[in-house]
């Protein structure tokens, strides 16, 4: 295991990453057929909320905080790529952004993700998620 430093600001970004996750796999659990606690009201997830929901339930909660923790710099990265007027649009970053980081990734049913790997790719990707269900 290779040994890594993480700031303040990198643990604030894990904590609203991991809200992020956790809000995402209890809409997936109260809509999951297998739960017999199901709300049938609700309408399965679709789309990368999903696929996020089956991956967490393949790995496990200890994989999907692993997770959380390798996207939290790139979480950094990308707010900084955005400009002050485009940041804005994203706030609080703990409700809007970060949620919106989270809805443009796409996983595997084994938990590994796939998303744009430049930084200001990934602001556009979250911009236009954020815009369109503004």
Known sequence: ???????????????????????????????????ER????????????????????NVGTCEMRHAAINLADFMLKTWDAMTEDEQHECIPYDWEFAPAFLAVIEWDRHGSSTHPTDPRDMAEAVLAFQRKNA
């Not at 295991?1 to 796999?25: P, Q, S």
């Open 38 to 57: 199901q709300n049938p009201r609700l309408k399965a997830l679709t789309g990368n909320a999903a696929a996020l929901y089956e991956a967490w339930g």
């Open 1 to 35: 295991m290779t040994e890594r430093t993480y700031t303040h600001l990198h643990m604030e970004a894990v904590a609203c990453l991991w809200e992020a996750f956790v809000e995402i796999n209890q809409r997936g659990w109260k809509r999951d057929p297998g739960n």
